[in-house]
């Protein structure tokens, strides 16, 4: 399923703004609705209106809003103008590089900034900042200048950028063979037993929610997604792990630890902002809330990052130090589970 790639028909000047294809499992169901479950700030008026105009188009057809879609459906909403993330403008934004040359650049990303614009952060952006910084960054494939990977928004830490055509060329495919490599820092609800393992299970847009990711074990759904965990810290009612990605799937930690139990500690989106594990003391209560209000995102942070320079063949490694607001809900929880100890 794909979202905002837009593409430009010369046959009638319309631009696509929302591709979607159902899944196999689908059920009947009215376009409109449909849509509605799958774009952010969409209404019902709206979704009717462009109907009307002859936008909503089902394998190429214009439809009208009561049609209703099924099993491997292609639904597309065109209009006359381009995707507002296409009308890209420089922003004079600070940018924390941690390494640049003149064919790649690796910038250590605030929690709060998204990637690239989109669903209404059309500004503000690091696409916004890397194009104010360099001149003529290559387009990928999805209209997105330099980038080859990305994280979420209140995820923290290292990215890639390439320069040049030939940089991101080589680096995408580092990327698709599982070269290059990522490691992320995680705190998350629960104690997990094991020192180390791995979880495995195709990653896809949840049948219930359009905004999560889910796992789905048999293979029949989404996409293959690898994640190999270590643990570095227990801390009573909260684990802090690394995790090494194989894949790198849309939300892939989050949904992986979530499916396990272990959902992040203060991801609002997966749950995790309710307290999952502890006890139903006031004081304890009053103790999370304090720590989600010092972390008030996900606990995860993109750490390590390495990957080939496509010109020179040497193998980089860059390093991020952990952010304050994470140190600080880290500290709070260390000072929980030493009083917790000293009372047993």
């Not at 990052?305 to 600080?328: C, N, R, Y």
Request: hydrophobic content about 35%; some cysteine; charged content about 25%.
């Amino acid at each position: 399923m794909q979202e905002n790639d837009s593409q430009d028909f010369e046959n009638d000047d319309l631009y696509e703004h929302y591709r979607f294809v159902t899944s196999v499992g689908q059920v009947p169901l009215r376009v409109d609705k449909f849509l509605m479950n799958f774009i952010e700030n969409a209404t019902r008026n709206k979704v009717q209106q462009a109907a009307k105009a002859g936008n909503i188009l089902v394998n190429d057809v214009a439809v009208k809003q009561n049609y209703k879609v099924k099993p491997h459906d292609i639904v597309r909403v065109v209009l006359s103008h381009p995707p507002h993330e296409n009308l890209l403008v420089a922003e004079d934004i600070p940018i924390n590089i941690v390494f640049e040359d003149d064919i790649v650049i690796v910038v250590n990303k605030p929690a709060g900034m998204v990637v690239h614009p989109g669903h209404g952060n059309y500004s503000g952006t690091l696409v916004n900042a890397l194009i104010h910084h360099i001149e003529n960054l290559p387009i990928n494939l999805n209209e997105r200048p330099g980038l080859v990977h990305r994280i979420d928004k209140d995820t923290s830490g290292l990215l890639v950028i390439a320069k040049t055509e030939f940089a991101m060329a080589n680096l995408s495919r580092q990327f698709f063979e599982r070269s290059t490599e990522r490691f992320y820092y995680a705190l998350v609800w629960g104690n997990i037993e094991e020192n180390e393992g791995t979880i495995e299970g195709n990653i896809g847009r949840s049948l219930k929610n359009r905004l999560q990711m889910d796992v789905f074990p048999d293979g029949n759904f989404g996409k293959p997604a690898i994640t190999h965990y270590k643990v570095l810290e227990r801390l009573t009612y909260v684990t802090l792990v690394q995790c090494k990605l194989e894949t790198g799937r849309t939300h892939q930690i989050r949904a992986h630890f979530k499916h396990i139990g272990h959902t992040l500690f203060n991801d609002e989106r997966y749950g995790g902002n309710e307290i999952l594990k502890g006890t139903t003391f006031t004081k304890y209560k009053q103790f999370v809330n304090n720590c989600f209000n010092v972390l008030p995102r996900q606990a995860l942070h993109a750490k390590t990052l390495g990957f080939t320079h496509p010109i020179t063949g040497k193998f980089l490694q860059f390093d991020s130090e952990i952010p304050e607001d994470m140190i600080a809900c880290l500290e709070k929880w260390r000072s929980y589970s030493e009083h917790s100890k000293l009372e047993k």
